[in-house]
């Protein structure tokens, strides 16, 4: 395998790890200079669409929210881009991991997620920097 092929192998597990599939219609949220252009990159290799930015309307399969402390009220952020997803649809949450700037600690992810009526059901590294907690809404409610 040439360094190249390597390359784009591991690029592409890293969209893999959050579980996208080709053709899945990701909305991107909090976009700031800090966020992984790789895993951005992998995701758009993946799914073989671009990412759509926060001003999209349309209903999509995952919305990938880089989400930093001070960046305002998580439970209001998660309460908005419910509207966007599909039935079934997850919100990708990625905050900066333990130790660096913008850290979001994990009990008030679990707080306000429940509180806007979602569910935890994964946490991974994400990306060298950031931390990824899957979100969905329960059965029950969908």
Do not use: Y
Request: aromatic share 4%.
């Amino acid at each position: 395998m040439s360094a190249t092929a390597g390359q784009a192998q591991g690029e592409r597990g890293l969209a893999e790890r959050l579980g996208l599939k080709p053709g899945q219609v990701v909305q991107e949220i909090g976009w700031d200079e800090d966020v992984d252009d790789e895993l951005r990159d992998s995701i758009e290799d993946l799914t073989g669409n671009e990412l759509l930015d926060e001003e999209s309307d349309d209903v999509v399969d995952v919305v990938l929210l880089w989400w930093r402390d001070g960046d305002g009220d998580l439970f209001d952020a998660l309460s908005d881009v419910m509207r966007s997803l599909a039935d079934g649809g997850q919100i990708w949450l990625l905050t900066p991991k333990a130790g660096r700037d913008g850290h979001v600690e994990p009990s008030d992810i679990g707080e306000d997620a429940a509180t806007a009526g979602l569910s935890q059901t994964s946490s991974i590294s994400a990306a060298s920097d950031w931390s990824g907690t899957r979100l969905v809404t329960p059965k029950g409610k969908r």
